[in-house]
């Protein structure tokens, strides 16, 4: 009985990991690819009179979307 109740404590440990492993995961891969955007608007806030190009707007805005396509596969 010892045996058995070790081993669901190591598979209920291992378990636990993977959880904290992949939520990590998961909250980095947010930061990077949405922090050009909060960047970008940080900039447009600071410098009224500065005017960034659409297309800079687009690329940033498809880093941010990039993390949505890519969160069911995590």
């Keep these: ?3 058995g109740s070790s081993t669901t404590q190591t598979q209920s440990k ?3 990991i993977n ?5 990590m995961l998961v909250s980095l891969l947010f930061a990077i690819t949405w922090a050009p955007v909060q960047v970008y608007y940080l ?3 600071v410098h ?3 005017t960034l190009r659409e ?3 687009y690329a940033v805005l498809f880093i941010g979307y990039l993390y949505l396509c890519n969160n069911p596969f995590v």
Aim: proline share 0%; no cysteine; hydrophobic share 60%.
């Design 14 to 16: 291992y378990i636990q």
């Design 1 to 3: 009985m010892a045996a």
């Design 19 to 23: 959880i904290v492993k992949t939520m």
């Design 43 to 45: 900039i447009l806030n």
């Design 55 to 57: 297309s800079v707007y």
């Design 48 to 50: 009224l009179s500065l």
